[in-house]
């Protein structure tokens, strides 16, 4: 603007006593009296020609800040946000724990909303904002903020598999059930469990996940891959074990931590609700202490039937266990404990595993498998009344024996 300015208006700035052109010079030389009167006579016309090249720049200038400062107001009155309803797909994850503003971030950084504020202003138009659910959702590039805000708000609208692992699965049947849920089969999955080092098992698991893949429902979103979905699972079995003190408590029972998930896992196997903590404590009586008629001798069905390679069944016959007695999971035939646990035992067992009641138990027995009611006993004859009792519950109402 100056110089544009200088070339225009030259006589901006300069000496009113230089503003003059030769005539007027001449006239003044000519002058007796040297006819300042002369310049008296062109000194208003000179005057308004300032004044008015001042309003001219003044004007101007005044015009182009106003003019400035109203597209300064047009920016921060109104946030960027496109019009929607977008274009492609994005699968665009919500982490536990994001702010709106984290939240607005990773949309405008993956081109969904033209800003952040677009955003944090829908969302704060909405009352239900506060409720967006951590996991995937399928989005749009270049969407209105408003319809982003509506989608996220609404759980319905998360991408997800979800899939429920029961407690007391054996590896092979939780595999069958993701890939049954999952994109992927079973031999993805049996890839990952070739190369056991990549769960994140603990050291004393050997390498072996049977009995840490723990039973939970999972939600895995679009991204999760074999590999993730069963280092989740080690990893919530983590929590369980830190929950019940699992390495502590060990220790305190005079076991390793494997031992110790051995023991819950045969609780899982074997009991239920209230029941749990007995039957962790008749595992430790038949362990520790002698003489009884078993001493050493778990004579636990559900191990048995884990060396069988087959479902848990309520009754074994003799000739079922004589056809696995060399299996170091036959405790009908080799004392202390399986060497490694039989299934997945849940936040119920492993607690029972880690605190048992306290009792003189050495036997139990599930007389009634629809209700799961267990009698307990110190008493070898009394036992024996027990099992008949679950024969004849077996012969005359159930046929899950």
């Known amino acids: ?233 080690v990893d919530r079995w983590k929590q369980a074990a830190d929950d019940a003190d699992l390495e502590a408590a060990a220790a305190d029972l005079g076991y390793t931590p494997q031992e110790l998930m051995t023991v819950a896992s045969l609780v899982q196997a074997e009991g239920r609700g209230d029941d749990m903590p007995k039957i962790a404590r008749v595992i430790d009586n038949r362990l520790e202490i002698e003489p009884n008629p078993s001493a050493g001798f778990l004579q636990v069905d559900a191990s048995v039937n884990y060396a069988l390679d087959r479902p848990t069944v309520a009754v074994l016959t003799q000739d079922e266990i004589d056809s696995v007695a060399d299996s170091p999971y036959n405790t009908y035939t080799q004392k202390g404990l399986p060497p490694t646990p039989i299934e997945a035992p849940g936040d119920d067992a492993i607690a029972a595993a880690a605190h048992p009641a306290d009792g003189p138990w050495f036997f139990y027995v599930t007389t009634n498998l629809r209700t799961g009611e267990t009698k307990f006993t110190d008493s070898y004859d009394e036992f024996l009344q027990f099992k008949d009792e679950l024969q004849q519950y077996c012969e005359t109402q159930s046929d899950r024996c």
């Open 1 to 233: 603007m100056t110089d544009e300015h200088e070339s225009d208006h030259p006589v901006l700035g300069a000496d009113p006593d230089d503003l003059h052109d030769p005539d007027e010079q001449d006239d003044r030389m000519s002058s007796p009296s040297g006819h300042r009167a002369g310049r008296k006579r062109r000194s208003l016309p000179g005057c308004l020609a300032v004044l008015v090249a001042l309003v001219v720049i003044v004007g101007g200038f005044y015009y182009a800040v106003t003019w400035g400062l109203d597209k300064v107001g047009d920016q921060f009155s109104s946030a960027a946000d496109y019009d929607g309803p977008g274009h492609g797909k994005v699968s665009f994850q919500v982490h536990p724990g994001d702010s709106a503003t984290e939240i607005g971030r990773n949309l405008k950084a993956a081109g969904v909303v033209a800003s952040v504020d677009a955003f944090i202003d829908a969302a704060n138009a909405n009352p239900d904002s506060s409720s967006i659910q951590a996991g995937y959702f399928s989005l749009k590039k270049e969407m209105a903020a408003d319809d982003v805000v509506t989608i996220l708000v609404d759980p319905s609208n998360l991408v997800k598999d979800t899939v429920t692992i029961p407690e007391g699965l054996r590896v092979e049947d939780t595999v069958a059930i993701l890939a049954a849920k999952t994109k992927f089969s079973k031999k993805d999955f049996e890839k990952v469990l070739d190369r056991p080092d990549q769960l994140g098992l603990p050291g004393y698991a050997e390498g072996n996940p049977e009995g840490y893949l723990f039973p939970a429902t999972y939600d895995f979103g679009p991204d999760a891959t074999p590999a993730s979905m069963l280092t989740a699972m």
